[in-house]
């Protein structure tokens, strides 16, 4: 039988550790001043902007608040990223950061929502990341196609963090997307190896803004509060593509000389 040598051991670490390139594609820091609508919302980085009408707008501290909106109810709107066709291959990881949440006055115990996600170009949810109203308590969850699953209760219906930093790491290649949330700096907690129905990952268009904003769901003083929302696009770099070629080679040369 034949062996691994501490070179083909050398390559095949080398290999799991190829140089990856993480740049970012889409970034709202949501500093364009109070009052600012997520409709003109400034993209810092990228060329997604969100369309629609709604009432959701910028506050004193630089957070875009989702409330209740009487008049144009749900927010549902997407924006088209940056060179979306080309992303076919490596991660794009959607990161946004919440500052708070209300969710104690008078409405449906089990209706609001406010969050963001993927979508495709046949209008396809991918999956969505949110803050869900539910059993008079405030959840997050991930919902991919019409199944909602939580991954953490908080227990209350008004905040008790100061931030609450999300990650979805989406794989184009395998259709699993990775969860992470981290409150107040702590240690991420995590829901790994999701994995996407549908199109798949590879036909991602959209980053998808998901609210239920409507009177009947959200009441008066209700909202969440988001900080900022990334967009990050990490594939191998075309370098590593020839040092891993070349590792493969040399691999195969080994495994033929010891054989």
């Known amino acids: 039988m034949t062996k691994l040598t501490p070179y083909i051991l ?26 600012t609508n997520l409709t003109a919302a400034t993209n810092s980085v990228g060329t997604a902007t969100f369309g629609g009408t709604t009432t959701v707008a910028e506050n004193a501290s630089g957070d875009m608040v989702f ?10 709107n997407n924006g088209t ?43 396809t949810d991918l999956f969505l990341f949110r803050l869900q109203h539910q059993n008079n308590s405030v959840r997050l969850q991930h919902r991919i196609g019409t199944t909602n699953t939580d991954l953490f209760d908080f227990g209350n219906e008004v905040d008790t963090f100061t931030t609450l930093a999300l990650r979805a790491v989406a794989n184009l290649g395998t259709d699993k997307v990775d969860f992470y949330w981290s409150i107040d700096g702590a240690a991420e907690s995590s829901s790994l190896g999701v994995t996407i129905g549908g199109t798949g990952l590879a036909a991602v268009t959209n980053l998808r803004t998901a609210a239920t904003l409507n009177s009947t769901d959200m009441a008066a003083g209700d909202f969440v509060s988001v ?33």
């Not at 050398?10 to 009052?35: H, K, N, R, Y």
């Not at 409330?67 to 109810?73: F, K």
């Open 10 to 35: 050398g390559a095949s670490l080398c290999f799991a550790g190829a140089a990856s390139a993480q740049v970012l594609v889409e970034q709202f820091l949501f500093e364009d001043g109070v009052g």
């Open 67 to 76: 409330g209740v909106d009487a008049t144009n109810g749900n927010y549902f």
């Open 81 to 123: 990223l940056t060179e979306a066709s080309g992303y076919s291959v490596g991660t794009l990881e959607l990161q946004y950061t919440v500052t708070g949440y209300d969710m104690s006055n008078t409405a449906d115990p089990s209706g609001a929502s406010a969050g963001f996600g993927f979508r495709d170009a046949n209008n």
């Open 227 to 259: 900080e900022s929302v990334s967009v990050f696009y990490t594939v191998p770099e075309p370098s590593s593509y020839a040092l891993i070629a070349g590792l493969l080679g040399l691999t195969a040369v080994m495994i033929r000389r010891r054989a």
